[in-house]
DNA sequence: CTTGACACCGTACTATTATACGGAGTGTAG
DNA sequence: CTACACTCCGTATAATAGTACGGTGTCAAG
């Protein structure tokens, strides 16, 4: 039967070895068991799923601790069901966030690519204004007090 | 006339003045200059918009040279502007790729909620599965040869 | 049975993105 | 005019996410 070695679950997440181990150790991916024998470890096709899934969740801006949130949802249909379903509310909001902040910004690049080669009126579409809306979750500014008394 | 210092645009922006010093350095936004009689620097209220550009961005995944990037194609109104052009639709399909991907986990996750307080049957929905698509730009896996001759 | 590529593992180094510290200067409320 | 908060600037430290290195062990092709 084939044995898939670290290196070749590496190969195919799209990832380096050392990145492998890495999210090991992290916790992020278990680490299958040394065989009794020594020798190499055999990793399943699951872990390199977990790896493409980590590096797509990383570019839509998750962090690895988010990441391992998510990644514990999909975990345990063990656990109390009731919990696992409000953290998947809590991340499901912060996707449609995310979607609607995107949005925003897909909305002010295709505004400023049509005003591009039109005329020379390219100042009207800013990007900064594309993201106005929808606050980070954390750290809200300080409230500006308006001069209007 | 009223003077916003350091303090008070990092507050509005919502992060501490630190990461504004950091952020002038890095170049993503503009120091004003200081005053010709010594004294405090005075911000403008663009200076708060970009922050928090630059924050919502990294929420998008975006590094702080991406954001570099699409803050980039705000500024300039005199450069060449079919460059502008290129360089927005590049980040445009980067946008659009986020957003699919982003729509296939709240899908995921959606079905995750759906499936939990019905029946025990949670094991169905796979959150890995979710981002099965569209591979990131970079990095693409090592074809897997299939045993197949 | 040797050789070369890779696994294993611990530790060290790097890049990115901040945050903290310390000492001197500045602005303003009382 | 003094106290206190805040600015300024340079340097130092930290957290996150890898990436590299070096010594030893393992496997498989020739």
């Known amino acids: 039967m084939k044995m898939m070695t670290i290196g070749k679950a590496a190969g195919k997440a799209g990832v380096g070895v050392e990145t492998v181990r890495f999210y090991e150790r992290q916790g992020l991916i278990e680490q299958p068991p040394k065989p009794i024998n020594g020798g190499y470890r ?3 096709e699951e872990t390199v799923l977990r790896i493409r899934f980590i590096r797509q969740a990383q570019e839509l801006g998750f962090s690895l601790r988010e990441i391992a949130e998510l ?4 975990a345990d249909p063990s656990t109390d069901c009731a919990d696992v379903r409000e953290r998947a509310q809590g991340k499901l909001m912060e996707v449609e966030r995310k979607i609607a902040q995107l949005d925003r910004m897909r909305l002010a690049l295709e505004r400023l690519i049509a005003a591009c080669p039109g005329q020379g009126a390219l100042k009207a579409c800013s990007i900064i ?3 106005k809306g929808g606050e980070g979750v954390a750290a809200k500014p300080t ?3 308006e001069t209007t008394p």
């Open 42 to 44: 055999d990793y399943p």
């Open 71 to 74: 990644l514990s949802l999909n």
């Open 129 to 131: 204004e594309a993201l």
């Open 143 to 145: 409230q500006d007090k």
